[in-house]
Each structure stands twice: as structure tokens, then as C-alpha cells.
């Protein structure tokens, strides 16, 4: 059974940054790519995304402030949030499209707080 578990989130301040981790686990052959998703009230957005290969994609929004890496050794995916903001403030999840036992399928972390406030 694929888990991903993610850690990291909490309360900051304007400004300030924090650094999000997931790791899945299980019998995964193989990890196409990894993400995190941002659910605010009334909606969802990708803010980053990293394939296989290394190339990497961002929400307009969090450009220049967020990275996002990955450790494929580790089958870990990082979110490293810098300057952040209070509109930042969401519950994060972890998304990973990957094969495990020789199925390819979608699967989501169980989220994990970010608030931004002063």
C-alpha cells in the first residue's frame, strides 16, 4: 500500500519561511512525478510540481520565493517556502503520480497546515 507522509507545515509570520517534506512509501517501482497542491477556501492550485527528470513547474503566485526538490533516492519530495505571505496561508498536499506494483496511479498525502500570520 503507497502512503505519502508529509511533515513540515505550521504557523510563521510574514516573511518568514518553512520547508515541507513528503515521503512515500510502499512497493513503488517507480515515481513519474511529485507535487504539491494548496487547498484554500473555495479553491485548489497546483503551486509546484517536479517530473522525474528534474524540470519543474510553479504557480505564478509562489515564483522566485517557492523551490521545490526532490531525493529520488529517498522517494522524497521538498517545498522550500521563502518570504512567505499571509494569502499563502492553506492546507498543502502532497500529490505523486507513480507505479507502484506495476500499476500507475495518482495518490494524495493527508495534508498538512501552513498559516501565515501576524
Known amino acids: 500500500q503507497v502512503q505519502l507522509v508529509e511533515s513540515g507545515g505550521g504557523l510563521v509570520q510574514p516573511g518568514e519561511s518553512l520547508r515541507l517534506s513528503c515521503a512515500a512509501s510502499?512497493?513503488?517501482?517507480?515515481?513519474?512525478?511529485m507535487g504539491w497542491y494548496r487547498q484554500a477556501p473555495g479553491k485548489r492550485e497546483l503551486v509546484a510540481a517536479i517530473?522525474?527528470?528534474?524540470?519543474?513547474n510553479y504557480a505564478d503566485s509562489v515564483k522566485g520565493r517557492f523551490t521545490i526538490s526532490r531525493d529520488n533516492a529517498k522517494n522524497t519530495v521538498y517545498l522550500q517556502m521563502n518570504s512567505l505571505k499571509p494569502e499563502d496561508t492553506a492546507v498543502y498536499y502532497c500529490?505523486?503520480?507513480?507505479?507502484?506494483?506495476?500499476?500507475?496511479?495518482?495518490?494524495w498525502g493527508q495534508g498538512t497546515q501552513v498559516t501565515v500570520s501576524s
Open positions: 510502499g512497493n513503488i517501482f517507480s515515481i513519474y512525478s
Open positions: 517530473a522525474s527528470g528534474g524540470s519543474t
Open positions: 500529490n505523486a503520480d507513480l507505479n507502484a506494483n506495476w500499476v500507475r496511479n495518482n495518490y
